[in-house]
């Protein structure tokens, strides 16, 4: 198994998606979850507890499982979700038994940290899992819409799910965090900096990718480390979030957003880029060479396959192993 330290950046099922390859290939792994969503049982947690959502931190945890009767057990366990009886109160409708767990370590411990390191000890988690920042975070943004009348009008939107839906219906800019300068959490900084790769995405381009780009500490963390750089493509562009976006779009998203941001790699899928010449275009202003491979399951394409993608994380670190890049490879299923 490959000894690369990798540290991996964002949310959700995306995050998910990069971890469950990397664990495959890594022995060393930061999870490095954003912090914002304030949605489901992560939401209503936040709300009543005052403490971090932790819904995306319990996936990461659960992507980390072995595959293993005890891994894929707790995986189950930790994404378990209850279903009360509709003539109930509904205290426990929809919330994840892992986000209690996460919550209740928290409690116990008084630390985030240590919390999400016992319960990556009780699962056997093959990697850490950290919050960016030990502050919850709010997710702001101004979507420009069209009235009936043609007419154009800019909104502000606050909330990291009212962003979302919002996007829907328009244009997304100025995307900010709330509070905007939250010191980055001790423990990602010394993994950045230790680490000799960083991987970014797949996700939520919006909301689960750029957040950790919108922290100033992060943004120097990732201009001072010395290791590789890459971002994982979505299999899809034109997402409810990214709505007439293409693939070039996304990656001038990062460099408005971060432009002293330098990348190594782009790691997409082949079918998702449309225009490949734009696409190589908008990485090398983010000093960044595409890495092309097929990296979608063969029943869903718009489905990261762990294999496929942990082949192509491997392939990444093996083409830097030597400092050289060979040219993208045209690869068949």
Not at 8 to 37: E, N
Not at 85 to 105: E, Q, R
Request: charged share 20%; hydrophobic share 40%.
């Amino acid at each position: 198994m490959d000894r690369t330290q990798v540290v991996a950046m964002g949310g959700g099922h995306g995050l998910s998606a990069t971890l469950s390859a990397l664990r495959l290939i890594v022995r060393d792994l930061t999870a490095v979850v954003t912090v914002a969503d304030d949605g489901g049982s992560s939401g209503r947690i936040r709300q009543e507890l005052d403490v971090l959502p932790p819904g995306d931190l319990r996936m990461a945890l659960a992507a980390l499982c072995d595959d293993t009767d005890w891994g894929r057990t707790w995986r189950d366990v930790m994404q378990h979700r209850f279903k009360s009886n509709p003539d109930s109160a509904a205290t426990l409708d929809n919330h994840a038994l892992g986000n209690l767990l996460i919550v209740t370590l928290w409690e116990l411990l008084g630390n985030p940290v240590d919390g999400l390191r016992w319960a990556g000890a009780l699962l056997g988690a093959r990697g850490q899992v950290l919050p960016v920042c030990c502050q919850p975070l709010v997710l702001e943004g101004d979507i420009l819409s069209e009235t009936e009348d043609g007419k154009l009008y800019r909104r502000t939107v606050t909330g990291q799910v009212k962003l979302a839906e919002a996007a829907r219906a328009g244009a997304v800019s100025n995307v900010r965090l709330i509070p905007e300068d939250v010191p980055v959490t001790r423990e990602v900084l010394e993994a950045v900096d230790l680490a000799d790769w960083v991987i970014l995405g797949p996700g939520s381009w919006y909301t689960s990718v750029l957040p950790h780009l919108l922290l100033p500490q992060m943004q120097q963390a990732l201009a001072t480390t010395t290791a590789r750089k890459a971002v994982v493509m979505n299999l899809k562009t034109d997402t409810h979030e990214t709505v007439g976006m293409g693939a070039a779009d996304h990656l001038k998203v990062l460099s408005t957003y971060a432009p002293d941001l330098r990348l190594d790699v782009i790691l997409a899928d082949p079918d998702v880029v449309s225009d490949h010449a734009e696409f190589a275009e908008a990485a090398s202003q983010l000093g960044a060479e595409v890495h092309y491979f097929r990296v979608h399951s063969h029943h869903d394409q718009s489905v990261h396959e762990p294999l496929r993608l942990a082949n192509a994380f491997q392939d990444m670190f093996d083409r830097f192993s030597t400092d050289t890049l060979r040219p993208p490879q045209n690869q068949k299923d």
